[in-house]
């Protein structure tokens, strides 16, 4: 076996055809009607948190819910992600866990349609009623800037730069002046966007099969007992005991109650928002049989593969 890094969609893809790939990752969306047609193609949505975005709750406009839930109306996320994509990757309203996750609430999902009068009403409710002569909604003096944060190229593909461009220009309709700043993976898992001042959103996931997921990525972020996973600084005793009783919880039914009302605390408070899930594809070649995915996380197993002529 041999393992290649591609980084260039094209390239990844035309190797396919060329026979110098059997198996490629992550098929660009665009190709993907192609790739059905002439290759064997897998999609996993994978389990966990999908890829939603983290808010700043510690620092900055977004301490303010109000300000929040105008962010998750004022774009129109669902149409972003089917245009971004071209209808391969769903859109994910559910910010917390992903639809292919136990105990996913699929009613917690449908909140915060978009809904630009709202995202409105709620920044002038939240004193944003001044413009400046680009049209970015302030207050006192200060203009309603956000610093947007995301992995370019490792988590965000182009195709998915492309959909936080997308939103980028809603929420300029509606007074937001979202700075989009693309992270290197050394920047981001380095540490340069630990700290609460730098940044507003950021748009991340975590795989994993269980809803108890929620534990790391939630819980609650002391001086003593750091939660580095915690992106949005959102400490909620009452959302941390409901989780910890949750993955306590020896009864699925009940425990699956519970992640419910864990996910409805983090979606009422907007305290993540919903973006899409996290996806593994691949294009097979035809001659290759028996490749199959693992479920956790939906990683490649050739331990059963073999060749036909």
């Known amino acids: 076996m041999r393992w290649k890094f591609v980084a260039d ?7 396919l055809s060329t026979g110098e790939s059997h198996v490629v990752y992550e098929v660009p969306t665009v190709n993907w009607k192609d790739a059905q047609a002439r290759y064997q193609t897998i999609r996993y949505i994978t389990p966990g948190k999908p890829v939603s975005f983290y808010i ?24 972003a992600v089917e245009a971004g994509f071209h209808g391969v990757i769903p859109y994910e309203g559910n910010p917390a866990v992903s639809q292919a996750t136990p105990g996913y609430d699929a009613e917690v999902a449908k909140a915060y349609p978009y809904d630009q009068a709202k995202a409105n009403q709620l920044l002038d409710q939240a004193g944003w009623t ?12 200060e203009p309603l800037s956000i610093k947007l944060v995301y992995g370019a190229a490792f988590i ?55 809803s108890a997921i929620l534990w790391i990525v939630w819980r609650p972020s002391t001086k003593d007992n750091p939660n580095g996973s915690n992106r949005s600084f959102y400490n909620n005793e009452t959302l941390s005991q409901t989780i910890q009783q949750a993955n306590a919880e020896p009864d699925i039914a ?22 899409y899930t996290q996806n593994s594809t ?26 036909t002529k």
């Open 254 to 275: 009940k425990a699956n109650a519970l992640y419910g009302q864990a996910q409805r605390i983090i979606q009422d408070d907007a305290a993540g928002i919903g973006l």
């Open 56 to 79: 700043n709750t510690q620092t900055g406009p977004f301490t303010d819910k109000l300000v929040r839930q105008a962010f998750a109306y004022g774009a129109d996320r669902k149409a």
């Open 282 to 307: 691949y294009a097979v070649a035809p001659n290759l049989k028996d490749f199959w995915l693992e479920k956790s996380q939906g990683e490649p197993v050739f331990t059963d593969a073999y060749f």
């Open 9 to 15: 969609a094209v390239s990844r893809y035309a190797s």
């Open 130 to 141: 001044g413009r400046d002569g680009d049209g970015t909604r302030t207050r006192n003096g």
């Open 156 to 210: 965000f593909t182009q195709e998915g730069a492309t959909v936080l461009q997308v939103l980028q220009e809603q929420w300029k309709q509606i007074g937001f002046d979202v700075k989009l700043i693309p992270a290197t993976q050394a920047e981001l898992w380095g540490g340069k966007y630990t700290d609460p001042s730098t940044f507003d959103a950021t748009p991340s996931y975590w795989t994993s099969p269980s």
